[in-house]
Structure formats: C-alpha cells, structure tokens
C-alpha cells in the first residue's frame, strides 16, 4: 500500500505544474477565454489567480508587445467550483501602445474587472530607489519552515498551494506576534518554485499572481497583529501593477512592502519588486477591506 501511495504522489503535478496549467487558457470565442480553479483552493477565488489569469487573456489577444501595467477592482467572491470566463475588450492597437479591458465573470456576474495596458520597451530618463539591504534568500528558511507550531492557528496557509518559493527576510506576522515587535514594512524574497517556460507573458502573470501574497502583511504587523492568530476580516478592494522593465520570475525577486495609511475600514500597501541585482522591475499598490475585531477577554 505505501509502495503505491508513493507512485501516486509522484505523479501528482506540483503547485508550480498546476499553475502554469491555470495559465493556459481555454479560448471558447473571440477574445473570450475559460479559467480553471485548482484542486487547492481558498474559501473564494484567490485574487492573484485573477489577475495573473487576466493577464493571460489580455496579452493573448495584443501578441508580442509587452504589458506595462494593470489596474484592477475586485466586485465580488468568485465560487471555486466553477471555471470563470474572460472577455477581452478591445481598446486601442497604436504602432507603441495597446490597451485592453478585461472581465472575469461567473454566471453572468462580474467577479473582477481589469485595465491592461501594453507599450513596446523603449529608450528614455532612467533613476529607481536602491533595494534595501537583505539577507541573500539562500540564507532563509521557506515560509512553510515557519508554519511549525502554528499549524493549528495558520491552517489556510499550511493547506493552501504554493507555487511561489518566499522567503521573509524579517519575521513572519505569527512570529512577530510572539515577539510583540511591530514592523511597518515587510520583505519577502520571491521566485518561482521551478522553470519557468520563456513566453514573457507567463513570467509577468508569475508576478502577478504573487504578487497578491504578503503584500497586506505590512498593514497588520504596524500595529503588532497577525493572520491567524487575531480576528481580522481582510479582501482585496483594487490592485495595481505597474512593470518597470523584462524578468524572469524564476528567478530571485525581493518584494518590499509598506502600509502608508489605513482609515475608513480599507489599508492601502504599496510594493517594490526588485532583481537580486538591485533593478526596480515592478510597483504595485493593493487596497483592502481590513476588519479586526479585538478580544474580549
């Protein structure tokens, strides 16, 4: 019985495989594409499968001219049992630029809706911030390492798919939970967990995808609370890329983030992706719903 347990397990596709197999789109008509959900899933669509997959659908209708940012609103949960359409909306197709609109819906209602715009790489002012000072990422545990002893607490993450190899540079919100340190920005090596295929598109819908982990953290950990551990409500409201210039996500990428403000029941975060050799390649911002409910006891 182990022996065919075994086999089993070694045929099973990796988080990473199943990823790139949520990437690849079904085209069902002009500009309409079909989504698949994964086996592990969260209590509704994972909001960087949305983005990352509307990423695909957008670019699979522009061709070889590179995106160079994505503005997106999330309207609604999205049932993980059901595949999710994509219709493309067509904006513009100029000699440079190209702009496309993107809507993901189930049953004929609107989950999320996305702006993409493309623009060929071109010559001009350069300046970036420098990337912080870190410990290089072979230096760091996964973040799985620093599930043990909260399993029970962090039962989401442990379960959840994870085709991104992160590595926190700083302490986890769990662990900082423990210290009582408050930390107001978090920095997380990222990279896929294995090759990627060399379609640029896929390396950017990568980043996108994980794009959408960790970078809430900073808003909690500001005021010394973690996921898991306190009662916090959090969905993602909006949520911006903006790609500098071309990367490869299968390899090392440090995502800084921060927390400028949190009012009104929403945090907002911003986010720095940086090359291991110092080189901004993308910005993001994310707004979210943010709800804790404080212990009585």
């Not at 980043?207 to 005021?223: A, E, F, P, Q, R």
């Amino acid at each position: 019985m182990t022996a065919s347990l075994d086999i089993v397990r070694a045929k099973s596709p990796s988080d990473l495989e199943v990823l790139l197999d949520l990437l690849d789109l079904e085209q069902t008509d002009d500009d309409v594409f079909v989504g698949r959900h994964p086996e592990k899933v969260w209590s509704r669509t994972f909001g960087g499968q949305l983005v990352a997959q509307a990423i695909m659908a957008a670019g699979r209708t522009v061709g070889d001219r590179p995106i160079h940012a994505v503005n997106a609103h999330f309207v609604r949960g999205g049932d993980v049992k059901q595949p999710i359409e994509y219709r493309v909306d067509r904006h513009r197709d100029g000699r440079a630029f190209a702009n496309r609109t993107v809507t993901a819906s189930q049953d004929g209602q609107e989950l999320f809706v996305m702006l993409a715009a493309f623009q060929d790489w071109g010559k001009g002012l350069e300046h970036a911030h420098d990337r912080p000072e870190v410990p290089d990422p072979e230096t760091l545990p996964r973040v799985e390492e620093s599930f043990q002893g909260f399993e029970d607490k962090l039962e989401m993450f442990v379960k959840a798919p994870r085709p991104i190899d992160m590595r926190y540079t700083n302490d986890p919100a769990w662990i900082l939970k423990g210290t009582g340190e408050r930390l107001n920005h978090n920095r997380v090596w990222m990279r896929a967990d294995g090759t990627l295929p060399d379609d640029p598109l896929v390396h950017v819908a990568a980043l996108g995808y994980s794009s959408d982990t960790t970078v809430l953290d900073s808003i909690i950990t500001t005021h010394g609370l973690s996921w898991g551990l306190d009662r916090i409500v959090a969905a993602t409201v909006n949520h911006s890329i903006w790609f500098h210039r071309p990367f490869r996500f299968d390899e090392w990428a440090l995502y800084c983030t921060e927390s400028p403000v949190a009012a009104g029941s929403r945090g907002l975060a911003t986010g720095r992706f940086y090359s291991r050799g110092g080189d901004l390649l993308a910005t993001t911002v994310q707004e979210g719903l943010i709800r804790h409910f404080p212990s009585r006891h």
